[in-house]
Antibody, heavy 121, light 107 residues
Framework: EVQLVESGGGLVQPGGSLRLSCAAS????????MSWVRQGPGKGLEWVSG????????YYADSVKGRFTISRDNSKNTLHLQMNSLRAEDTAVYYC??????????????WGQGTLVTVSS | EIVLTQSPATLSLSPGERATLSCRAS??????LAWYQQKPGQAPRLLIY???NRATGIPARFSGSGSGTDFTLTISSLEPEDFALYYC?????????FGGGTKVEIK
């Protein structure tokens, strides 16, 4: 069974940093692209970032470009999202999601349970 | 970026009724459209990918259709567990975007 477990969320002040992690199991992690998708309180879904199976290619939403960095450790089956210069509008539940292929724009299946990031002073 | 507009925002129906949800794209997404279901406090779940392919374990009462800019998710006969939020998402190019959602509520 595919499992994705996010961690690292919490309360951070505006301008601060946070690193999210997603531990993957139940599938061959090195063969699939991975993504982060977020959902603000009471809001819809927003794709944040994606990374190819090898980690060689990454993509970002304009709203986070230059502030967030996605990475993966294929030896540890782990996906990361380094978030810097955080703003109040980054407050959201952040979901880790598996993509069906190694690269390219794709759908998301399955999703982790999410980790809450709150940016507030 | 491609904007996806879902309608209606809320659909009030009774169990056993047919639900028809719409997703319109600001430009063609070919057949690269997916649908997700989200219940309160839960992560989204993939229902349909590439317009009409049901994801693993999704009941046959869920079906998708359309092409280009106009897409439909149909739930043939609503079960109590189907009352939830539904989102569409395209993968035509970067960035992949989501629609604003349709809430299917009990009438």
């Amino acid at each position: 069974e595919v499992q994705l477990v996010e961690s690292g969320g919490g309360l951070v002040q505006p301008g601060g940093s946070l690193r999210l992690s997603c531990a993957a199991s139940g599938f061959s992690f090195t063969n699939y692209a991975m993504s982060w998708v977020r959902q603000g309180p009471g809001k819809g879904l927003e794709w944040v970032s994606g990374i190819s199976d090898s980690g060689g290619t990454s993509y970002y939403a304009d709203s986070v470009k230059g502030r967030f960095t996605i990475s993966r450790d294929n030896s540890k089956n782990t996906l990361h999202l380094q978030m810097n210069s955080l703003r109040a509008e980054d407050t959201a539940v952040y979901y880790c999601a598996k993509n069906p292929y190694g690269s390219g724009s794709q759908w998301f299946d399955p999703w982790g349970q999410g980790t809450l990031v709150t940016v507030s002073s | 970026e491609i904007v996806l507009t879902q309608s209606p925002a809320t659909l009030s129906l009774s169990p056993g009724e047919r639900a028809t949800l719409s997703c319109r794209a600001s430009q063609s997404v070919s057949s690269y459209l997916a649908w997700y279901q989200q219940k309160p406090g839960q992560a989204p779940r993939l229902l349909i990918y590439d317009t009409s392919n049901r994801a693993t374990g999704i009941p046959a009462r869920f079906s998708g259709s359309g092409s280009g800019t106009d897409f439909t998710l149909t739930i043939s006969s609503l079960e109590p567990e189907d009352f939830a939020l539904y989102y569409c998402q395209h993968r035509r190019n970067w960035p992949p975007t989501f629609g604003g959602g349709t809430k299917v509520e009990i009438k």
